[in-house]
């Protein structure tokens, strides 16, 4: 076991800060990790609040890990110590049912374990996250960060760029995709990003003129108002596919009337009840609702490969560990454009009691 320092909480709503814990000795396939930045994503709020009633104290979020590999077990070979490596939002898998043979580990069928809150396949022990010096990590799950890939922006991209890519790709997007992306947040800008970068024609759907200008700096063609009902009716049936990136439970009714033939709605950000669907916007135009949820480790390697390429980034503000409470904060206050990172070099300035 080595100690390691990370900032977490002991109980429900209580303010992030300094704590000790334990992570595992490097097993036979492990990949020790150095935390060089960690993203915070909007679910790190929820567990922290035990929002889902799920919260498994003490706990340390943080699921978009970028660092570099300190060490290895004797039965890594795809990783060397100095490589610049990332960590998404799971560390393991059973590794042996349909869903991850066929590299879709966030549906195993025993569960994937999350990189935090959840419980070591081997040792039952709380999995605990990125907000912290380093982690352990078993090799399959450790992603590499290409050369060309910022690594200060690449976090953001293993929760929220991966979450919008799936689908992207699932339903694929390409010249001449007519795309929809409801929500200009983490998700909904990477949605915007990505689309634009795939060659789609890509529309934001908003209920705030004042979101307008900042959509089209993102590279959005066109701009909707929801709350505009002519507009509304204007672009019925215009869409192949809407991403819906509102994290709440929703009237999703409107946006249905907005999909063309064959179109698809994808849920992407709301984890609760939807307000009941009316059936006869299904059967007109044969349209569909579906949702996604993250990406298996295949797919999140080609994001990165594909975002290092095409220089796409997420926006991203820099903050120390010691800002986070401040950082929660303005997220829930929707007061940050696009996505929070943290530098963890700010750490080494932290004193445990």
Not at 150 to 156: A, L, V, Y
Not at 184 to 205: D, F, P, R, S
Not at 207 to 222: F, I, N, Q, R, Y
Not at 292 to 318: K, N, R
Request: aromatic residues 6%; hydrophobic residues 40%; negative net charge.
């Amino acid at each position: 076991m080595t100690t390691c320092i990370g900032y977490g909480v002991h109980e429900a709503n209580a303010p992030l800060e300094p704590l000790r814990f334990e992570r595992r000795e490097l097993r036979a396939d492990d990949v020790a990790i150095d935390i060089d930045y960690c993203g915070v994503c909007h679910s790190d709020l929820h567990y922290v609040h035990n929002d889902w009633k799920s919260t498994r104290f003490p706990c340390v979020p943080g699921h978009e890990i970028v660092g570099r590999v300190t060490a290895v077990g004797p039965a890594v070979n795809r990783y060397r110590p100095g490589d610049r490596v990332a960590v998404g939002c799971m560390v393991d898998s059973c590794q042996q049912c349909a869903a991850c043979e066929q590299h879709q580990e966030p549906h195993c069928t025993q569960g994937m374990t999350p990189t935090y809150n959840g419980l070591d396949r081997i040792s039952g022990e709380v999995t605990r996250g990125g907000y912290a010096q380093h982690i352990v990590v078993r090799e399959r799950f450790v992603l590499r960060v290409p050369p060309a890939l910022d690594p200060r922006f690449t976090g953001p991209l293993l929760c929220a760029g991966i979450t919008v890519w799936t689908p992207m790709r699932e339903h694929d997007v390409k010249t001449g995709t007519r795309l929809a992306v409801i929500g200009l947040g983490g998700l909904g800008h990477m949605a915007v990003k990505l689309g634009v970068a795939l060659g789609a024609e890509v529309t934001v759907i908003t209920t705030s003129p004042g979101k307008a200008e900042d959509a089209l700096a993102l590279g959005a063609h066109h701009v909707l108002l929801s709350s505009d009902p002519q507009a509304m009716k204007t672009a019925a049936s215009s869409f192949d596919l809407i991403l819906d990136t509102i994290p709440r439970g929703h009237n999703v009714n409107p946006y249905l009337m907005l999909l063309g033939r064959n179109g698809k709605l994808v849920l992407v950000g709301a984890l609760e009840p939807l307000e009941p669907i009316h059936g006869a916007l299904l059967a007109i135009n044969n349209r569909s609702i579906t949702g996604a949820l993250i990406g298996g480790l295949e797919q999140t390697q080609e994001l990165l490969d594909f975002c290092a390429e095409h220089q796409v980034l997420p926006s991203c503000e820099m903050i120390d560990i010691q800002d986070i409470n401040q950082a929660f904060t303005r997220m829930q206050n929707n007061d940050v454009k696009y996505r929070f990172v943290i530098d963890m070099a700010s750490l080494k300035d932290v004193d445990v009691a």
